[in-house]
């Protein structure tokens, strides 16, 4: 261990989506000129920004019945902005695929509702149309096979629809990160940050190897984020439920991406069905919604992070207790636990598979194993409510981000908010070429628009 201390302007901790996204922004748009990325892990984007983790999706809010208008607004500009760095950065297509995708309601109730939506949204989508049975048939033919005639369908389309490797995409900002001989960006990886102490104007950040100093901090750690706040004495309101989605997969039974109405009261996106990126051969059908105890699926050791984040104080008991015990939640909650059952749970699901192609057979659906990440929601200890979407935490020269969907299709949104915040904690001398930046990204520059998410 080398007692040496690297002294740097600013130090990002995870490198995800987040952390690289934020790492392009503030390399390229900004004079600061000492940066490290410090990242756990031998790779970027091995956990939630895996590709086997999240759902690929690249959401703009035409088809997510989830959002209301407003969220579909921001939502749209913060995907406008992935989609336009791909279109002039990946000309090979190494990291996207796109296809069609439309929202698919079934029965006179769900019919009735989307034509109201289409009402609402098509201003904000000029490219989205309501299409009916003819259409829909010869768009996605195994929607309608096998299905009953006198069923009412109708479904929401567009041609927009974009299907992202995000890992892979997370390799492309890095990359343009480190295209600045000037400056010095530095890649810590395999290194686990252990601790981070404030000590007058800087930070010093523990980590298993070299000692770090840093001027400003973003900790970019998914659930550990909040975990890292709690121990400087932020976000001491906040629990998380680290909600575990699970997919299985088929072969190519869509030719897009097909999703489902959302079902009432439940916060989380309703299944859908997804061409895998890059493999028009398989689809995706996913994800599923169970809580567990963990920060990091599949990580037992965050098992004790995770109590450690929720904290076991009285309002952490009633806020779950109070966000678990509505019926609605409750019985959702447990379908998706009998989801793991062996064969039970496979054929619960084939039912919701069902919904969109009502022909798939039980043995075509397989388990997606090891497949899954997890989405790290927001509980506010004080209202004890779930708070959906992301969280911003911001202290004093540090800020930390907690991302649960669609914290990746947000990502340069949310770069963008956050090198604001950087370059104003770092003082007068430092600047963020937001004109710039966002003329590259082919985004009206409009100063109302800096919108938290
Ligand atoms: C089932 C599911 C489906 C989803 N579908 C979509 C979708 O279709 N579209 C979409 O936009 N979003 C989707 N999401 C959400 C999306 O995956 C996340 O919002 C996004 O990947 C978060 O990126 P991140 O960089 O913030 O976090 P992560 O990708 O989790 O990265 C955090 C990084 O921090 C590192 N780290 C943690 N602690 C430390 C430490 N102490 N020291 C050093 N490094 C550390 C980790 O190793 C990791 O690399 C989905 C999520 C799930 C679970």
């Known amino acids: 261990m080398s007692s040496e201390i690297k002294k740097y302007d600013v130090a990002i901790v995870g490198a995800g989506i987040s952390g690289t996204s934020l790492l ?19 790779e970027v984007a091995l956990v939630n920004s895996h590709k086997n983790s999240n759902s690929q999706t690249l959401h703009f809010g035409d088809i997510e019945t989830n959002y209301t208008l407003e969220k579909a607004e921001k939502v749209d500009r913060a995907a406008s902005m992935v989609r336009n760095f791909l279109l002039k950065n990946d000309l090979q297509q190494q990291s996207y695929s796109k296809y069609n995708k439309m929202v698919l309601a079934v029965g006179r109730e769900e019919t009735e509702e989307l034509r109201n939506r289409y009402q609402q949204f098509k201003q904000l989508f000029p490219k989205l149309k309501l299409i009916e049975r003819e259409e829909i048939q010869a768009i996605e033919p195994n929607i309608l096979t096998g299905r009953d005639p006198g069923e009412d369908v109708n479904a929401l389309f567009t041609d927009e629809g974009y299907t992202i490797d995000f890992q892979k995409l997370s390799e492309l900002f890095l990359e343009q990160s480190r295209s600045q001989p000037e400056k010095t960006i530095d890649l810590m990886m395999g290194t686990k940050v252990k601790k981070i102490e404030k000590d007058g104007d800087i930070y010093h950040i523990e980590t298993e190897g070299e000692a ?82 963990m920060l990091e699926r ?23 207790f109070k966000i678990l015990s509505d ?75 907690i991302t649960p969907s669609p914290g990746a299709s947000t990502c340069l ?19 963020f070429d937001r004109y710039k930046f966002l003329q590259d990204l082919e985004i009206e520059s409009d100063r109302s628009a800096i919108v938290s998410l």
Not at 299 to 315: D, K, W
Not at 353 to 379: D, E, M, N, T
Request: with cysteine; glycine share 8%; charged share 20%.
């Open 212 to 293: 770090i100093a840093a001027k400003v901090v973003a900790v970019m750690a998914g659930a550990h984020s909040l975990l890292l706040a709690k121990s400087l004495g932020y976000g001491k309101d906040f629990a998380l439920l680290s909600v575990a989605g699970n997919f299985y997969l088929a072969p190519g039974v869509l030719n897009g991406k097909v999703y489902t109405m959302q079902l009432k009261k439940i916060p989380f996106a309703a299944i859908h069905g997804d061409p895998e990126v890059r493999d028009r051969s398989q689809t995706r059908f996913g994800p599923t919604a169970k809580a567990i105890l």
């Open 298 to 320: 599949g990580n037992y050791a965050t098992v004790a992070e995770y109590f450690q984040t929720a904290g076991l104080s009285l309002a952490a008991f009633q806020s779950f």
């Open 327 to 401: 019926p609605a939640i409750w019985r959702y909650m447990l379908r998706n636990l009998v989801y793991d059952i062996p064969a039970i749970g496979k054929a619960l699901f084939l039912q919701e598979v069902r919904k969109i192609v009502p022909s798939i057979k039980f043995k075509q659906l397989k388990f997606a194993k090891g497949y899954g990440g997890i989405r790290p929601q927001i509980v506010n200890l004080k209202t004890k409510t779930l708070d959906l979407g992301e969280a911003k935490i911001i202290g004093d020269r540090i800020l930390f981000n």
């Open 24 to 42: 392009y922004t503030l390399s390229n748009y900004t004079n600061i000129n000492k940066i490290v990325l410090i990242e756990k892990n031998r």
């Open 413 to 431: 949104q949310n770069a963008e908010c956050d090198a604001e915040k950087i370059v104003y904690f770092l003082g007068q001398d430092c600047a």
